[in-house]
């Protein structure tokens, strides 16, 4: 039964002493955020009210906004209200998609703004079985079927564990305004067909079952914890370190169950099942793509790599832009050259003959058709080559760098082998030192 004091615990089990705690309440003026707002109200917390109007009722939209307006001059309390207009570009189809998007990023830019700490939803327990029928459908698994989280990412919702019903009786006993969305009564949406015509079934079957449901969410979701804390442990178990990137044992993850699969790999964005068997057989070299990741095949290894990261590493750096041939001899310091020196983990010393190289220097990422002279062979060879018989990782080889002059020769492949042709001999009288130190 929602009563004062039920729902202050729920919200003290979804955050720690709340009234330390600042919020931003959306409410649409239905009877589920006019009842939020009114307890947050009447428990004396630090909050702000978001509206937005659609504008996809008419007249009845207008109501709602003020029926919001009142209560929030009525009780002071700030309001912020977003009107839709033609440059919010709505839709013909994905009505809903394109409304849930423009309203949380309405929420986010206030809370950033006014500097508040969560965003408070007025979801029911109806919300969360009429979201499980939804889920199951989709055959979402155990997170899907555990339904909306009570606490997600800053965004609280303590009514979840309230039905409507009791929703209602709270609105009639402390006489709260608030207005029926009319819309909701059609089934032109899945949730409103489930909401209107599959819901008042499963309630005539059992007049406890939203009790019971209510229990067997608690369970599913102490099971997803414990499930998730277990892929967490498989995970590590998995990892290969790496300062830079995510990286896991290919082998290791093929030994594991297709569950266990789906679900690492569900972490970084790989959620197609079909797709899991073509990443195992794939070929060193290939790529997958999700929306926020690049995942790379290589050899015995996944290389999971952040889309946002992927152009953070300059490709080319000015190391040297002339010769003092003056001094006769300049001493360059890669750790004092790269800022991101930690990827050249090995000392060298490279003694160059600084009358043979044509200036400016650079550093910069392996090209197709590089080839050089490496000290201590004969011969020339490829770079592509010479970075197959050092069995490099495709990362290690994004990440090497080769030095080159003004004509883009390569000069030497930093810090595994110098050209040869412009080492410094008996002959020279200039010497550049390029050396780094560990």
Same mark, same amino acid.
């Given at each position: 039964?929602?009563?004062?004091?039920?729902?202050?615990?729920?919200?003290?089990?979804?955050?720690?002493?709340?009234?330390?705690?600042?919020?931003?309440?959306?409410?649409?003026?239905?009877? @589920?955020?006019?009842?939020?707002?009114?307890?947050?109200?009447?428990?004396?917390?630090?909050?702000?009210? /978001?509206?937005?109007?659609? +504008?996809?009722?008419?007249?009845?939209?207008?109501?709602?906004?003020?029926?919001?307006?009142?209560?929030?001059?009525?009780?002071?309390?700030?309001?912020?209200?977003?009107?839709?207009?033609?440059?919010?570009?709505?839709?013909?189809?994905?009505?809903?998609?394109?409304?849930?998007?423009?309203?949380?990023?309405?929420?986010?830019?206030?809370?950033?703004?006014?500097?508040?700490?969560?965003?408070?939803? /007025?979801?029911?327990?109806?919300?969360?079985?009429?979201?499980?029928?939804?889920?199951?459908?989709?055959?979402?698994?155990?997170?899907?079927?555990?339904?909306?989280?009570?606490?997600?990412?800053?965004?609280?919702? !303590?009514?979840?564990?309230?039905?409507?019903?009791?929703?209602?009786?709270?609105? +009639?006993?402390?006489?709260?305004?608030?207005?029926?969305?009319?819309?909701?009564?059609?089934?032109?949406?899945?949730?409103?067909?489930?909401?209107?015509?599959?819901?008042?079934?499963? *309630?005539?079957?059992?007049?406890?079952?939203?009790?019971?449901?209510?229990?067997?969410?608690?369970? *599913?979701?102490?099971?997803?914890?414990?499930?998730?804390?277990?892929?967490?442990?498989?995970?590590?178990? &998995?990892?290969?370190?790496?300062?830079?990137?995510?990286? *896991?044992?290919?082998?290791?993850?093929?030994?594991?169950?297709?569950?266990?699969?789906?679900?690492?790999?569900?972490?970084?964005?790989?959620?197609?099942?079909?797709?899991? !068997?073509?990443?195992?057989?794939?070929?060193?070299?290939?790529?997958?793509?999700?929306?926020?990741?690049?995942?790379?095949?290589?050899?015995?290894?996944?290389?999971?790599?952040?889309?946002?990261?992927?152009?953070?590493?300059?490709?080319?750096?000015?190391?040297?832009?002339?010769?003092?041939?003056?001094?006769?001899?300049?001493?360059?310091?890669?750790?004092?050259?790269?800022? @991101?020196?930690?990827?050249?983990?090995?000392?060298?010393?490279?003694?160059?003959?600084?009358?043979?190289?044509?200036?400016?220097?650079? &550093?910069?990422?392996?090209?197709?058709?590089?080839?050089?002279?490496?000290?201590?062979?004969?011969?020339? +060879?490829?770079?592509?080559?010479?970075?197959?018989?050092?069995?490099?990782?495709?990362?290690?080889?994004?990440?090497?760098?080769?030095? /080159?002059?003004?004509?883009?020769?390569?000069?030497?492949?930093?810090?595994?082998?110098?050209?040869?042709?412009? /080492?410094?001999?008996?002959?020279?009288?200039?010497?550049? +030192?390029?050396?780094?130190?560990?």
């Amino acid at each position: 039964m929602l009563e004062k004091s039920s729902f202050k615990n729920q919200l003290e089990n979804l955050t720690d002493s709340p009234e330390d705690h600042t919020y931003l309440l959306a409410v649409s003026g239905g009877v @589920d955020s006019m009842v939020l707002a009114y307890l947050f109200h009447v428990l004396g917390l630090r909050f702000q009210i /978001a509206h937005i109007n659609y +504008k996809l009722r008419g007249k009845d939209s207008d109501l709602d906004q003020k029926t919001v307006e009142d209560f929030c001059e009525n009780n002071e309390i700030p309001l912020h209200i977003y009107e839709v207009s033609e440059k919010d570009k709505k839709p013909k189809n994905s009505i809903q998609l394109w409304a849930r998007e423009l309203r949380y990023r309405f929420f986010g830019e206030i809370c950033r703004k006014e500097n508040l700490e969560f965003l408070v939803t /007025a979801h029911h327990l109806n919300d969360q079985l009429e979201t499980f029928i939804i889920n199951l459908s989709k055959a979402s698994g155990i997170k899907g079927l555990s339904g909306i989280p009570a606490n997600d990412n800053n965004i609280l919702r !303590p009514l979840l564990y309230f039905s409507k019903e009791d929703i209602y009786q709270f609105a +009639k006993q402390n006489r709260i305004e608030f207005r029926e969305d009319l819309s909701n009564q059609k089934n032109d949406y899945l949730r409103n067909k489930i909401r209107n015509e599959i819901v008042p079934k499963l *309630l005539e079957v059992n007049d406890h079952f939203l009790e019971n449901f209510k229990k067997s969410s608690s369970y *599913l979701n102490q099971a997803r914890d414990f499930i998730e804390g277990q892929i967490q442990e498989t995970e590590k178990k &998995l990892s290969v370190f790496n300062p830079y990137h995510k990286i *896991l044992s290919k082998e290791k993850l093929e030994q594991e169950s297709d569950f266990v699969k789906f679900e690492i790999l569900k972490r970084y964005g790989f959620d197609q099942e079909e797709e899991i !068997p073509k990443i195992f057989k794939a070929e060193t070299g290939s790529s997958f793509f999700s929306t926020d990741y690049q995942l790379m095949v290589d050899r015995d290894e996944l290389i999971f790599i952040r889309k946002n990261e992927e152009n953070k590493t300059r490709d080319e750096i000015i190391l040297i832009k002339n010769f003092d041939f003056s001094e006769n001899r300049t001493n360059i310091n890669l750790k004092d050259a790269i800022e @991101d020196i930690d990827e050249i983990n090995k000392s060298f010393e490279w003694d160059f003959d600084a009358d043979k190289l044509r200036f400016p220097l650079r &550093l910069r990422r392996q090209q197709d058709g590089d080839v050089f002279f490496p000290s201590g062979f004969s011969g020339k +060879k490829k770079v592509s080559k010479f970075f197959r018989d050092e069995k490099l990782s495709i990362l290690a080889k994004q990440k090497t760098w080769i030095l /080159a002059d003004s004509n883009n020769t390569v000069l030497g492949i930093v810090p595994f082998r110098q050209d040869r042709r412009y /080492a410094k001999d008996e002959k020279t009288k200039n010497i550049l +030192k390029i050396f780094n130190e560990k």
